[in-house]
């Protein structure tokens, strides 16, 4: 049994930053990629940045350089900075994760967190 707890959502103004967290936790043995998503309503869930298990990174392009994706064990953060109305959304948390006494690793989602930029 596997969680993924978000927190740090919020209202923010334009161009202010914010910090969002996910906490991993349950049986597991390994965690290979990490992962933030965002959704707004009616349109598809889009990767914002992705984290590998040797610390490599991947941005959505149209984010590099005001986002900022980091992981420290089973935790994974995301700095957002210089924030837009348009990156109001719900955000997710997505991880790769193998339990113990498994051989194949699972995908998981956190339940996802709100943030809003409006002035």
């Known amino acids: 049994q596997v969680q993924l707890v978000e927190s740090g959502g919020g209202l923010v103004q334009p161009g202010g930053s914010l910090r969002l967290s996910c906490a991993a936790s349950?049986?597991?043995?390994?965690?290979?990629?990490m992962a933030w998503y965002r959704q707004t309503p009616g349109k598809q869930r889009d990767m914002v940045a992705r984290?590998?298990?040797?610390?490599s990174t991947d941005y959505a392009d149209s984010l590099k350089g005001r986002f900022i994706i980091s992981r420290d064990k089973n935790t994974v953060s995301l700095q957002m900075n210089s924030l837009k109305p348009e990156d109001t959304a719900v955000y997710y948390c997505?991880?790769?994760?193998?339990?113990?006494?498994?051989?194949?690793?699972?995908?998981?989602w956190g339940q996802g967190t709100q943030v809003t930029v409006s002035s």
């Open positions: 997505y991880a790769e994760i193998r339990q113990t006494y498994r051989i194949y690793s699972n995908n998981y």
């Open positions: 349950g049986s597991i043995s390994e965690i290979n990629v």
């Open positions: 984290i590998g298990s040797d610390d």
